[in-house]
C-alpha cells in the first residue's frame, strides 16, 4: 500500500488459529508525500520464488536468484524471505548504497563473516556498508530469514501518530486535513472497518 496524500485503512489477520507477520512501513520522498494513495495485493500463493543448493527465497519486493517480485515500490527497496536447510549458504547482492537488516524469524545464521557467531529467532542484524551478504547455517535446524534494504532518502522525518512528513508544519497540515475530511480524507468520517 502506498498511503500518498491520505488512506484509511485497517490490517487484521483472517482466519483461524494464531498468525505470525512482519510488517514494513517505507517512508516516501518528499516529492511522493501527496501522490495518490494505491495499493497491490500480493497473495502468499503468487509470491514468486526460487531454490538453489538448500536455499529458497521468496521475493515479496525486488530481486534475487534471477527472480524479480511484481511490487513496484517508489521507494527502490526490497523484502526478501530466505530459508536455508541445515549446511547451507547464500550470499545476495545489495545495492551499496542502500540501508539493510536482516531479521532472523526461525533457526539461527552466521551473517556477514563466517566467524561471527550465530544470530537465533527474534534478533536482528542491522548490515553495514558493502555490496551483499553473506549468510550461513551451520546448525542441524532449518534457519528463516528476511532480508529487508532500501535506498536512503536522506530527508527529515516528522512522525505524529500515523502521520509521517518532513516537517512538523506538514505534519500539522496533514492533521487538520484528517480533521476536516479533505486533501485526500474526504471519505475518513464515515468510515468505518469491516
Same mark, same amino acid.
Not at 14 to 28: F, P, R, T
Not at 124 to 140: C, E, K
Given at each position: 500500500?502506498? +498511503?500518498?496524500?491520505?488512506?484509511?485503512?485497517? !490490517?487484521?489477520? +483472517?482466519?483461524?488459529?494464531?498468525?505470525?507477520?512482519? /510488517?514494513?512501513?517505507?517512508?516516501?520522498?518528499? /516529492?511522493?508525500?501527496?501522490? !495518490?494513495?494505491?495499493? *497491490?495485493?500480493?497473495?502468499?500463493?503468487?509470491?514468486?520464488? @526460487?531454490?538453489?543448493?538448500?536455499? !529458497?527465497?521468496?521475493?515479496?519486493?525486488?530481486?534475487?536468484?534471477?527472480?524479480?517480485?511484481?511490487?513496484?515500490?517508489?521507494?527502490?527497496?526490497?523484502?526478501?524471505?530466505?530459508?536455508?536447510?541445515?549446511?547451507? *549458504?547464500?550470499?545476495?547482492?545489495?545495492? !551499496?548504497?542502500?540501508?539493510?537488516?536482516?531479521?532472523?524469524?526461525?533457526?539461527?545464521?552466521?551473517?556477514?563473516? *563466517?566467524?561471527?557467531?550465530?544470530?537465533?529467532?527474534?534478533?536482528? @542484524?542491522?548490515?553495514?556498508?558493502?555490496?551483499?551478504?553473506?549468510?550461513?547455517?551451520?546448525?542441524?535446524?532449518?534457519?528463516?530469514?528476511?532480508?529487508? +534494504?532500501?535506498?536512503?532518502?536522506?530527508?527529515?522525518?516528522? *512522525?505524529?501518530?500515523?502521520?509521517?512528513?518532513?516537517?512538523? +508544519?506538514?505534519?500539522? /497540515?496533514?492533521?487538520?486535513?484528517?480533521?476536516?475530511?479533505?486533501?485526500?480524507?474526504?471519505?475518513?468520517?464515515?468510515?468505518?472497518?469491516?
Amino acid at each position: 500500500m502506498t +498511503a500518498g496524500r491520505g488512506i484509511i485503512h485497517s !490490517e487484521m489477520p +483472517a482466519g483461524e488459529g494464531v498468525h505470525k507477520g512482519l /510488517q514494513l512501513w517505507i517512508n516516501l520522498s518528499s /516529492q511522493y508525500k501527496m501522490i !495518490e494513495p494505491r495499493y *497491490q495485493e500480493l497473495l502468499s500463493k503468487d509470491i514468486p520464488s @526460487a531454490e538453489e543448493d538448500g536455499v !529458497e527465497v521468496r521475493v515479496i519486493a525486488g530481486e534475487s536468484m534471477g527472480v524479480q517480485s511484481p511490487v513496484y515500490t517508489r521507494t527502490p527497496a526490497m523484502y526478501l524471505d530466505f530459508s536455508l536447510r541445515p549446511s547451507t *549458504q547464500v550470499h545476495q547482492h545489495i545495492p !551499496e548504497s542502500w540501508n539493510a537488516f536482516a531479521y532472523v524469524i526461525e533457526g539461527e545464521g552466521v551473517f556477514g563473516y *563466517q566467524n561471527n557467531s550465530p544470530i537465533p529467532p527474534n534478533h536482528m @542484524a542491522v548490515l553495514g556498508p558493502g555490496n551483499g551478504l553473506s549468510v550461513w547455517n551451520r546448525s542441524s535446524k532449518p534457519l528463516r530469514f528476511v532480508l529487508i +534494504a532500501g535506498q536512503p532518502l536522506n530527508e527529515p522525518v516528522v *512522525q505524529y501518530g500515523p502521520f509521517v512528513m518532513n516537517t512538523q +508544519a506538514e505534519i500539522d /497540515q496533514t492533521i487538520e486535513d484528517y480533521h476536516y475530511s479533505k486533501n485526500g480524507f474526504e471519505m475518513a468520517k464515515h468510515w468505518r472497518s469491516h
